[in-house]
């Protein structure tokens, strides 16, 4: 491919490209993302790759691997274009069907339809699943329109348009300017509006001026970021590239996680392919204008998506963060003036110099604008990436898209925010989910997982296994956090032991204020906000753990005891067959017993028993 | 090792700052990071053997002991603890006799446990030699384990 040198050839290749382009011409788009992968997409792809080559339809059909569409509790999933015919949980069986009745014959396939489990509904288009239906897909929508392998994808959809209009038409802080003015603000958590950052760093003294993608998404039950940059990581390139021509930088890198193997290989190939056409490197478009990225790989450890300990990670050292008294701006990576911005936010960036600040402005809230993505996960029914406005509440994202909690069982709380958030209770549902709403009630938008608990989800278990993350995962370089949150968690675990005492939910709460103001980061800032917010909203579950010695959700092993319930015990022998103690007995067709002597109450006759014959006390 | 160690170092551009993506790299190489190897980076990118040490011991993708020939990292992150990821934990540490983070004395097993795999539709999520095994139960897990060559409990009463 030849480079491109000017605005003008890059909208002739775009316009190139498009006419290449049959509109009619079936796609079957797979989704490949992580996700569907680890539901064994890869097969199903080759199986496609197969029949299109024994039916001799290269020409006729085309097969695009695209990333991660959102649905993940649906994959497999392929979308048949120009229709946009939905399939979920596809087979490689279905596929020889698929080819011959959809895509041939325009049949629809009933049995790979999506039923909707509240109006028992079937449906056919894509853009009729109610869990698309209720989003705003502006920056996760264009996943399903590109092979993040291929750039013309890209391109085809009007890809780097953005690039080309700052870079031809618009001054450098006239591009920070309409940031500002889109009231774009972080979305790795912490909301700090961008446009101001990207404006301190221009005017830092220094050279030279550094810019970085955090893609250390380290919060658990968050993958937004991985999503992106497997499924558009030129989407990416685009925002980093707006900025680094808004800063003043010459040099970018991306940060990214170990533990994402497919974002590291798409994002590295996207560079290569970029720089190929001339759209990373030296004179960009003819502008001038120079700049290129370096990919660090990041070494699993969750206090690198802090911004001093990442750059000392970039840097080669150990990711120990340091007191901000100069800010990152000024001094940051290798003590020149860098910014940081994570994957969501450089994302966004393109659409608001492509389509305006107004417009930008005029999604979501006023202090909080645009589309956020939040990953849907835990007791959720449709588990998955959810993009919407701001502003939006929390019962539209759990029942209207999420489809409510499986089982039927009750509701007990949303988590936001990892390890430095909060658990939110029920009485918060129809609060409008923005950065400032969520920080008022004591939780925090964080990089935007969302994790669902029903009322089989002990809060001081939760508030547990953060603090044991949290303690695992501090540096260890300021007191506070490192000998403070191993305090809270002897005392939490003799909570769930049963060895609570009285004054052990004061004891916490001023230890956590303590941690708050004493330490050096923000991970150790933030690492008391669970337990903080479950005493404050679920204090009766920790009175239930020390006053009574129970656990209401039937979690705390020390607390719980497995029996069988003679009524509905019908002697399978199931639960006797996987016990690893040989504590579950009885004669096959006759009521078992739990010898709670012998019982490690690993809860594997509990998982095994079809007839929920297996109690938990 | 010196001549692949060389190589690694040289696709970096002996540049000091790729030291983490390095030290990932060799280990992908030798399964670990032996202490020869540790010296030889120290020598060839010149930076004091002390300074490799702390980071190969700060991160936690670093292991300094020969690692299992089966791999398996089984996630914890929230999605996957409030999904029972606890329970298999703990299934696994007693069909392995090994706790996370180890390896079975037999060089067989190493057992580990994330924080995250990104992968949660399908938690409890579990990725053994690279490939991944969602919604797991322990039923699944028993399933792996005896693929691997591993006797489970239900194995010895049958």
């Keep these: 491919m030849k480079k491109l040198k000017s605005p003008g050839e890059l909208a002739a290749l775009q316009a190139e490209i498009r006419a290449g382009r049959d509109p009619k011409k079936p796609c079957i ?4 993302g992580t996700g569907c992968l680890a539901y064994g997409t890869q097969k199903i792809i080759e199986c496609f790759r197969q029949e299109i080559d024994k039916q001799h339809l290269q020409d006729r059909v085309q097969l695009r691997t695209s990333g991660c569409h959102g649905f993940c509790e649906r994959g497999p999933m392929v979308v048949i274009h120009p229709q946009k015919i939905f399939y979920q949980r596809i087979k490689a069986e279905d596929v020889p069907d698929i080819i011959s009745k959809t895509v041939l014959a325009g049949e629809i396939i009933d049995r790979l339809s999506y039923v909707d489990p509240a109006t028992k509904q079937k449906i056919v288009y894509e853009h009729d699943v109610p869990f698309y239906k209720r989003q705003t897909r502006y920056v996760l929508g264009m996943n399903g329109d590109i092979d993040p392998a291929c750039i013309d994808d890209y391109l085809a959809i009007g890809g780097y348009s953005g690039l080309s209009k700052a870079l031809s038409g618009m001054k450098p802080e006239a591009v920070i300017e309409e940031v500002k003015k889109a009231n774009l603000r972080g979305r790795g958590g912490g909301g700090f509006p961008t446009g101001w950052k990207w404006e301190s760093t221009r005017k830092a003294a220094g050279e030279p001026k550094y810019i970085i993608c955090n893609a250390d998404e380290g919060d658990p039950g968050a993958y937004m970021d991985r999503s992106l940059l497997e499924g558009n990581p030129h989407l990416v390139l685009e925002g980093m590239l707006i900025g680094a021509y808004a800063i003043g930088s010459s040099q970018g890198y991306i940060y990214v996680r170990n533990e994402y193997p497919l974002a590291v290989h798409n994002i590295t190939l996207a560079i290569e392919k970029a720089r190929e056409v001339g759209l990373l490197g030296e004179n960009i478009l003819g502008s001038g204008f120079s700049f290129d990225i370096k990919i660090n790989r990041g070494g699993g450890a969750f206090v690198c998506g802090e911004s001093s300990a990442l750059f000392a990670s970039i840097e080669g050292r150990s990711g120990e963060p340091r007191a901000k008294y100069v800010h990152a701006t000024d001094q940051g990576l290798y003590n020149k003036p860098t910014n940081l911005n994570n994957v969501e936010t450089w994302g966004n960036v393109p659409l608001i110099i492509n389509r305006g600040a107004d417009w ?4 979501g809230t006023a202090n909080s604008t645009g589309t956020k993505i939040f990953s849907l996960v835990g007791k959720i029914n449709n588990t998955g990436l959810v993009e919407v406005p701001m502003g939006i509440t929390l019962r539209e994202i759990v029942y209207d898209i999420g489809g409510g909690i499986p089982n039927g069982r009750k509701f007990k709380a949303v988590q936001t925010g990892g390890p430095s958030g909060g658990c939110i209770p029920e009485q918060f549902l129809d609060m409008p989910v923005d950065f400032d709403e969520l920080a008022k009630i004591g939780s925090m938008m964080g990089s935007g997982g969302m994790i669902v608990m029903d009322d ?9 296994y953060f603090l044991k993350f949290l303690e695992e995962e501090s540096c260890g370089k300021c007191t506070p956090c490192r000998e403070g949150v191993l305090q809270m968690r002897l005392i939490l675990d003799r909570i769930c032991e049963g060895q609570g005492k009285e004054e052990d939910i004061n004891t916490l709460e001023w230890m956590g204020q303590a941690i708050i103001d004493g330490s050096l980061c923000a991970l150790g800032g933030s690492a008391p906000n669970p337990v903080l917010t479950t005493i404050k909203y679920f204090r009766d579950e920790y009175e239930a753990h020390i006053k009574h010695k129970k656990c209401p959700a039937g979690v705390c092993k020390a607390l719980i005891t497995y029996s069988v319930d003679a009524e509905k015990c019908t002697g399978c022998h199931a639960c006797a067959r996987v016990c690893p103690t040989q504590a579950a007995t009885g004669e096959k067709k006759k009521t078992h017993v739990v010898d709670l002597g012998k019982c490690i109450k690993c809860g594997a006759c509990f998982e095994a028993c079809k007839f929920d014959a297996i109690k938990i006390l | 090792m010196q001549a692949k160690i060389q190589a690694i170092i040289s696709r970096y551009g002996s540049d000091k700052g790729f030291l983490v993506p390095i030290l990932q790299d060799v280990q992908r190489e030798l399964n670990y990071l032996p202490e020869d190897a540790l010296v030889m980076v120290s020598t060839l990118l010149e930076i004091p053997l002390s300074r490799i040490f702390e980071v190969a011991t700060f991160y936690k993708a670093f292991s300094l002991t020969p690692r299992g020939k089966h791999l398996l990292s089984l996630c914890l992150g929230t999605a996957c603890h409030v999904r029972g990821a606890p329970l298999l934990s703990g299934h696994i540490e007693r069909a392995l006799g090994i706790r996370p983070g180890e390896t079975s004395p037999d060089l067989e097993f190493t057992f580990e446990t994330v924080n995250c795999l990104g992968a949660c539709a399908l938690g409890p999520v579990m990725v053994v030699d690279g ?28």
């Design chain 1, 456 to 464: 089989r989800t002990c809060m001081v278990d939760v508030a547990n």
């Design chain 1, 360 to 363: 930008y402005a005029s999604i």
């Design chain 1, 29 to 32: 788009t797979i989704c490949a």
């Design chain 2, 131 to 158: 490939e991944y095994h969602g919604q797991l139960t322990i039923a699944k897990t028993n399933a792996i384990l005896r693929d691997l060559g591993r006797k489970v409990p239900s194995d010895e009463e049958a």
